[in-house]
C-alpha cells in the first residue's frame, strides 16, 4: 500500500539512473524548450528560499517484476513496458531520453518516477550536469553555435527582502568564461554543494563574508540536509491501479489516458520504430480528412483485425497479441488507408463522425482480403449504406467496445452462422437485429437536423441519390444564405432569425458552385446561373422546390413547409 514519505535532494539525485527511472507514458523534458523562462533557474531559488516545489508520485518494484524472457511462459505476469534515462547533460541537438535494458540495470531495486520529471530532470541538470543550448543569430550547422554551460550562484548577490521581482542570482555559465571574483562577483558552481565536506572550511579558505557564507550554509542544508523533497510511493504491482493514480494526479498539463500506457506497451516489444509507424499513420489519416480516425482508434483496430479481445486492457496486449499486431501492421495499415479512401470516395473526408466506422470498414476488407481497387460496385453501395445508416444513428456514439464488438461478431459469424459473403449480408444481419437500422419512424428526427449534425450530409445523400461524390466535392449549402438571417433582414419574419440551420434550407451544392454562391439571394443566384426557365424549373425539382415557387424572404414560411413536405415524402418512401 502506498504511502508519503520525504527524503533530501541529495539522496534522490544519487539514485537517478542508477534505481530511479522513467516510463515512456511521460513526455519528454520541456523545461529548457524556452531558455528565457529560466525555469531551473527559478526551481533552484525556489529551494534555497525555502518554497515547496511540489509533492513526487513514485512506483517501487523489484527488477524481478520486469520481463527479461523472450519466452510467453517465463514473461507471464511481468511488466513490459519501456523504461528511460533522465537527462544529465542536456543537448539541444540531442535532446530526447536514453531508453534502458532492464537485464543492464544493476539495482535489484527499481523506482518509476510517474510525476516530477520535469523537476528531477532540473536538478539533475543543475547539480549532476550541464545544458548546451543553440546561441541566437548562429546557424545550426556552425560548431560554434553552441555551448556546454553549467549552473552557478553568485555568493555576492542576496536577493532584497522588499523586492519581489529580485532573485538569488542563479545563471548557467560556461566555466571557461566565468567572471573573475570582485565585490559584486562570486560564482559557485551549484553541483560542487553535493561534495563539500564543510562548508565553513571552504568558506574560510576561500575568504567568504558571514552574509556569504550565510547563502552557501542554506544552500547545503535545503539539498543535503533536509527532507525537502515529498513523495507519494506506491508498491503494489498494479498497473491499472497506477495508472489510474498517474491520470488523477498528472500535473504536466497534458492529459494522458490508458492508451499511452498501451503505446508505451507496444513500443517496448516492437522489433521496428512503431512510434513513428503510429505517427506517420495518424498524420497520413489527418491530412486525408480523417484525423477522427486517431491513435486510440488504431489501436483497437489493431487488436480487432488479428482477432483478439479489443478492449482497452493490460492482458489484451499480451506478448502473443503484440506479436499478431507487429506480424500484420503492413496489412492492417492497409486497411485502414483503404477503408478512408472509400470513405472519402463517399463524400466523408472530414465528415465522418467516428473513427470506427472506418475500424469496421478495414475489418471487412481484412477477413476478406480485398484491397480498395478490388472492392466491387455491390460492396462500395452497401458500404456507403453502413456509413449512412451509422452516421443518422450515431451508431459508435457510446458503448463502443459493445458496438465493436457486435459489428465484429456480425461480420466474422459465429457457430451457428457463417461468415457473411458480402457487405450486403452484413447489413442485412445489423438491420435484423436492429443493431443499426434506420426506418420510416425516424423521418421525423431526420426533419429536426441541423447544419453541423453529422446525420446532416447522409440525409441531403439520400436526396441526392445521382451526385457523383467520388470524382466531385460537395457542400452543405444553405439555400437563403444564412449571413441573412439577421435583424436587418426586414423582409424575414422574426420567428425564422434562429432558423437558418434546419434541413428544409439545406441542400447539397458543387463545391465551386457554393463559393460562386456566396451570400446572394437564391433568386438572384437563380436568374445569375440558369440561363433559361426552364432550367430554373429544374433546379427546383431536383432541390425538393416548387418549381414556380419564388424564393423570396418574406415567403419562406410558406417555403419551409413546402419543402419539409417534400423531403418527408422522399425520405419515407426511402426508409420503408
Known sequence: MGKFQDTT????????????????????????????????????????????IGTFLFWSLKKSDFETSKDEASAAGKLNFQLYKFIERYDVRKSHNEKVNIEQ????????????????????????????????RYWWDNPDAFEEKKLYLNLRHAPQPDNPDDNYQFEFKAPSSLPTPDEKNYWFRVGEILELDSVLGYCRKHGLSDEESIILEKLHNNLCSKDIISFYNEDEKNLDKVLKIFIRVNSGGTQLSYSDLLMSILTANFSSDIRTLMIELVDN?????????????????CLLLTGCNHVFKLENFSKTNISKIETNWSRITECILDAASIAEDCGYANNLSSGYILTTIALYLYIKNLRAGKV?????REIWKFIRNAQITA?????????????????????????????????????????ISVHKENVLDMLNLQYGSYAVLPVLQVLYPTLDYKNRSFHIDHIYPKSKFTVKNTKLP???????????????????????????????WLSQNYDTVD????????????????????DIA???????????????????
Open 105 to 136: 540495470v544493476k539495482s535489484e531495486n527499481i523506482t518509476i518516477v510517474l510525476d516530477g520529471q520535469q523537476r528531477l530532470t532540473s536538478l539533475y541538470i543543475g547539480l549532476m550536469g550541464s545544458r548546451t543550448l543553440k546561441k541566437p
Open 558 to 576: 410558406q417555403f419551409e413547409k413546402d419543402r419539409t413536405e417534400e423531403i418527408k415524402l422522399a425520405l419515407e418512401k426511402l426508409f420503408k
Open 376 to 380: 466491387s460496385v455491390d460492396d462500395r
Open 9 to 52: 535532494v541529495k539522496k534522490i539525485i544519487g539514485q537517478l539512473n542508477d534505481s530511479f527511472f522513467l516510463p515512456d507514458i511521460q513526455r519528454e523534458y520541456v523545461w529548457l524548450n524556452k531558455e528565457q523562462d529560466k525555469k531551473i533557474e527559478l526551481l533552484f531559488d525556489s529551494i534555497l528560499r525555502d518554497y515547496p
Open 535 to 554: 432550367k430554373v424549373k429544374a433546379y427546383k425539382r431536383e432541390n425538393y422546390i416548387k418549381e414556380d415557387f419564388t424564393l423570396n424572404w418574406e
Open 395 to 435: 451508431y459508435f456514439s457510446a458503448t463502443l467496445d459493445s458496438k465493436l464488438g457486435i459489428a465484429a461478431n456480425t461480420m466474422r459469424g459465429n457457430k451457428d452462422l457463417p461468415q457473411v459473403k458480402d457487405f450486403e449480408e452484413f447489413n442485412v444481419r445489423m438491420d435484423k437485429d436492429r443493431n
Open 285 to 301: 489519416l489527418q491530412n486525408s480528412g480523417f484525423g477522427v480516425m486517431g491513435r486510440d482508434q488504431i489501436l483497437k483496430t
Open 494 to 524: 422574426a420567428e425564422y432569425l434562429s432558423k437558418k440551420n434546419n434541413i428544409f434550407n439545406l441542400q447539397l451544392l458543387e463545391g465551386g458552385e457554393n463559393i460562386e454562391k456566396r451570400a446572394k439571394d437564391p433568386e438572384v
